[in-house]
């Protein structure tokens, strides 16, 4: 038995009674002292700074603002403006104002600073209260060639995460540019040139240890992390919607986020691969299926996803989930083979609604802005590549 008298502020006398067998009870008093911490002295939450252009937000960004975020307690983002992107790398395929959108949604961000300054500062850092600075295991240059990070490396306040391998906006501009040759552009003498686009879009043959990219390899492991692995609780009304959720953009953004509002617990049915290619046609989809589920699963109003889900919203589908309410966009429905309406049961069971995201941005308006800009972009993608290949020589400047 542990009985506790308090004395003064500083101390505690603890009196411990031992019974022992033979009846006789003893007391020792100890005299503990006690730490009274002053606000200031207690815990302070670490505030950690990344920073990037997060083009075409994908899950390689949100893979890194993940472990950033499990290196502080806030995580702060700053987000370059186009016009800064403009000057050092070439155009952005997001605006800012999407980008910033965006990178508001993945839920491991805390705060987000518009127009961030390309050349991280001591006075950013101080600014925002932040104690360090993070960024992936690549280089990032100005266009001058100076990395972009050297102020905080020199200060001692820079740390670095792993960057994920098989995707970045480079390969995703590569494939859209692919997509253009094979698709989009039928005149072969307008086309890209094959070699180059290949060598970023397809495989790990480019030369620029950065850009060339190798295979996606998704993971259980990686799976998880992303996940919240939370269920719905008793009560929860659970919304479902389905789709291809290629090149996740803003306007998937803005559909999930109405969608989310109509419940409690929002689960999100991806399409595998072949039945995607059915109803899109062509090369599509651009990802493949576990880089379209990660991306998804980034976005902070998803609570769960269903990989390679089911064209038809089946009664199993619902009965298993127990969902309350069907949604689906202002896209065209395609039928299913023979006809048959893939929304047919949640509408008889009066639990299927059409839902306006009030935003008109598609996967193939994303397309088109490559391809109606694709000689900027390949230009863009070249002179990245180049600036990478000095790096790994070791030609960078520091200052």
């Known amino acids: 038995m542990l009985i506790l008298y308090g004395l003064a502020a500083a101390d505690l006398i603890v009196v411990i009674k031992v019974e022992t067998s033979g009846k006789v009870n003893k007391y020792f008093h100890i005299i503990v002292s006690v730490i009274v911490m002053s606000g200031d002295e207690k815990k302070k939450h670490v505030r950690v700074w990344v920073d990037g252009c997060f083009d075409m937000v994908h899950f390689g960004h949100a893979n890194a603002l993940r472990q950033a975020k499990q290196m502080g307690d806030v995580l702060v983002v700053g987000v370059h403006s186009d016009a800064e992107i403009s000057k050092h790398k070439g155009p952005p395929v997001f605006t ?19 127009s961030a300054p390309y050349v991280t500062t001591i006075e950013t850092l101080d600014e925002h209260g932040c ?13 001058d060639g100076v990395d972009t990070y050297h102020l905080v490396k020199a200060a001692g306040r820079y740390k670095e995460c792993n960057r994920t391998l098989g995707i970045s906006t480079t390969d995703l501009v590569g494939r859209m540019l692919l997509v253009t040759r094979s698709h989009h552009e039928r005149d072969e003498s307008k086309s890209p040139d094959p ?8 495989d ?4 620029s240890p ?10 259980t492991k990686r799976i998880a992390q992303f996940s919240s692995g939370r269920e719905p609780n008793p009560g929860d009304k659970i919304v479902y919607v389905a789709g291809a959720f290629d090149l996740f953009h803003i306007g998937h953004l803005d559909f999930l986020e109405k969608a989310r509002k109509l419940g409690d617990y929002l689960i999100v ?6 039945v995607v290619n059915v109803y899109k046609g062509s090369n599509y989809p651009i990802m493949n299926l576990h880089e379209r589920v990660l991306s998804v699963l980034t976005n902070r109003h998803v609570s769960e996803v269903v990989i390679g889900a089911p064209y038809s919203v089946s009664s199993e589908l619902m009965d298993h989930f127990k969902v309350d309410l069907v949604c689906h966009g202002q896209t065209t429905i395609c039928p299913c083979p023979l006809g048959l309406d893939p929304y047919h049961e949640p509408r008889r069971r009066g639990k299927f609604i059409l839902i306006d995201s009030e ?8 397309v088109s802005r490559i391809i109606n800009h694709r000689l900027e972009y390949e230009t863009r993608n070249k002179k990245k590549e180049a600036k990478e290949i000095n790096i790994a020589e070791g030609k960078v400047n520091s200052h």
Request: aromatic share 8%; proline share 3%.
């Open 269 to 274: 049915g991806i399409h595998s691969d072949p």
């Open 359 to 366: 935003n008109n941005v598609t996967t193939e308006s994303i």
């Open 96 to 114: 800012e104002d999407e980008r910033y959108k965006m990178v508001r949604a993945i839920k491991w961000v805390d705060e987000v600073v518009e």
């Open 131 to 143: 104690e360090y600075c993070v960024h992936g295991d690549d280089i990032t240059t100005t266009a």
């Open 195 to 202: 070699l180059y686009i290949q060598s970023i879009g397809q």
């Open 204 to 207: 790990n043959q480019g030369r």
């Open 210 to 219: 950065y850009t060339g990219t190798s295979l996606c390899l998704p993971t």
